[in-house]
DNA sequence: ATGGACATGTAATTTGTTACATGATTGC
DNA sequence: GCAATCATGTAACAAATTACATGTCCAT
């Protein structure tokens, strides 16, 4: 197949490199891989969406694909491979298009943002839980670079650098979060100390308080 | 206006929030006050979306509208104030909505994945566009920060305590490139080390780099 | 008077998700 | 036999961008 139309959004170029970098792989695959490589700095698309984006690759002939049938049944499964052209297109890309500016959407600190409307222990849970959230993503990073970095093959030292600095990133991220947390956790005490000192200047209960 | 039809996108409420912290803005002033403060956590909606935005959340009441004549002319100007049920519901999305996972788009690592198919010196000049990219946010963040700092108005603890987890994201961004940076020209000097190894032992300059 | 910022929106398109349909295989 | 996972896709919808249209105000 083959249509022109250049310049593919940066999505169909994400999952043309996960294909740069392993083998064969059938659509289900590369959602997996997706999830365990891509997902720490990249986000991982939907199911649909990588079918979608095999479906154009495939217009562009950036990949080939063919049907490997099961020994017995008739369980066909797709697999789709990187071509000559879809590298050299894959590589023009990284050398030449425009770096678009990271896109980030932190659903937490948008609701810290707001923690003027939130209840009063609201905040830390979010925060608590983000915390883990981060220490599990560094962790996971942490695994794959260490069994990624046994293999001695020379394609894997950019990912392999990649991944360090994922492990790096969600470590951050943690500690980010942690000292937000000691930043409101101090906000709170400040509050208190001046309700109380209120209190005691004043000699009876603020009847702001609830 | 009212429709029922509940739980908006997050988008959504991250519009709503800036008119929680401002007082009467018009579409226009919204999407410059996104570039300069939702931006650096949350990405910053379209201008086309942010009138999207508004005219739903106007369906649900969240918001009210007035046009607002200049003293002379007829050009109007919308003015939007969010509503007392307005604020009661994202205060309900704050407290009771699930949290979604952090999303990162990061196409600088992307290109630094995919590293083994870029021209020697491309990563390099990327990753200090990078590094000049979290500086400039960090200080913008850090400049906000200080601005806002000044104002007593308890309201802006929160937006003022997130403004000072930016400041240190974009200055872990950048510590985090940097160190990339690093691991890729040790790289670099492992491989010339090696090359230059292997050309003292054979005798003769490897034939195999160009 | 002209170009740039202010200002508001619509239309067309693209990007991406969720829900659905379908069926085989594998382990219990 | 039955649930979970493998596997592939389509259809409907939602989210978001770009391009376009339109006009004002202001400084030079």
């Known amino acids: 197949m083959t249509t022109s139309d250049?310049?593919?959004p940066t999505t169909s170029w994400a999952v043309l490199g996960m294909l740069s970098h392993a083998?064969?792989?059938s659509g289900y695959e590369l959602k997996k891989w997706a999830d365990w490589s891509l997902q720490f700095f990249y986000w991982s698309p939907s199911f649909s969406q990588i079918y979608a984006e095999l479906k154009r690759l495939d217009e562009h002939d950036y990949v080939t694909s063919r049907i490997v049938q099961s020994e017995d049944g008739i369980r066909g499964k797709r697999m789709y491979t990187i071509t000559d052209g879809g590298r050299e297109a894959l590589?023009?890309?990284?050398?030449h298009s425009p770096v678009e500016a990271p896109v980030l959407k932190h659903s937490v600190m948008l609701r810290a943002w707001l923690g003027n409307l939130a209840e009063p222990d609201r905040l830390r849970d979010?925060?608590?839980?983000h915390i883990d959230y981060a220490e599990q993503m560094r962790?996971?990073?942490?695994a794959d670079a260490e069994a990624e970095g046994?293999?001695?093959?020379?394609?894997?030292v950019f990912p392999i650098a990649v991944l360090r600095w994922c492990v790096r990133h969600y470590e951050a991220?943690?500690?980010l979060a942690r000292d937000l947390l000691a930043d409101l956790d101090q906000l709170e005490a400040t509050k208190s100390v001046r309700r109380n000192r209120s209190r005691r200047s004043t000699g009876a209960p603020n009847p702001d308080e609830s």
């Open 91 to 95: 590589a023009h890309w990284v050398n």
């Open 126 to 129: 979010i925060l608590v839980e």
């Open 23 to 25: 083998g064969e792989l």
């Open 150 to 156: 046994s293999d001695r093959n020379p394609d894997w």
């Open 139 to 142: 962790r996971r990073a942490a």
């Open 173 to 175: 991220e943690r500690e």
């Open 6 to 8: 250049t310049s593919l």
